[in-house]
């Protein structure tokens, strides 16, 4: 048991360490066609002044705000399927990694991670390729980079 425990928290850890020690691998021009293709449908990027970046009024997916390096499930007054929400709790963050593996294929993502079947996301749309999914994620970090972080 105790063994069990300690394999967890350490898998925890590093599911939460945050990778954003350097910028983004994708192509952030892209990144933003594909947004603007594909993600407007349910998202939105609105700062912190209210000042809409991307997309249009869509209120399907939460805003994408801030992403890079966000613990996941994080957005307020938006309603997260149960898989978020279990690794809000476990403390993972929107890291390049993580993002590019969940906007592939979300619930499977999102099972393995939290290594529970019983979890599923809410996102039906999936990014089609690895390399969409890293130019996404430039995308929105060249929106709002962490603080700390050049653009």
């Known amino acids: 048991m105790k063994a069990t425990f300690a394999a967890s928290l350490a898998l ?23 947004f603007e ?5 349910c998202h939105v990027v609105v700062n912190d002044e209210g000042e809409t970046l991307a997309g249009r009024n869509a209120r399907t997916g939460p805003n994408l705000w801030e992403i890079a390096g966000r613990t996941a499930g994080t957005v307020d007054g938006f ?14 963050q929107w890291t ?20 529970s079947n019983r ?10 390729s690895e390399e969409e999914a890293h130019d996404l ?5 060249s929106l709002a980079p962490p603080e700390g972080e050049g653009s």
């Open 37 to 41: 293709r594909q993600c407007i449908t």
């Open 96 to 115: 390049e990694e993580n993002f590019v593996g969940y906007v592939q294929d979300p619930t499977p993502w999102i099972r393995e991670t939290a290594d």
């Open 12 to 34: 925890a850890s590093l599911i939460a360490a945050p990778a954003l020690a350097q910028d983004p691998s994708g192509d952030a021009e892209s990144g933003a066609a594909l």
């Open 119 to 128: 979890l599923r996301g809410s996102m039906t749309w999936k990014v089609r």
């Open 79 to 92: 309603r997260y399927s149960n898989g978020l929400e279990a690794l809000n709790e476990m403390g993972v």
């Open 137 to 141: 994620y430039a995308y929105l970090y």
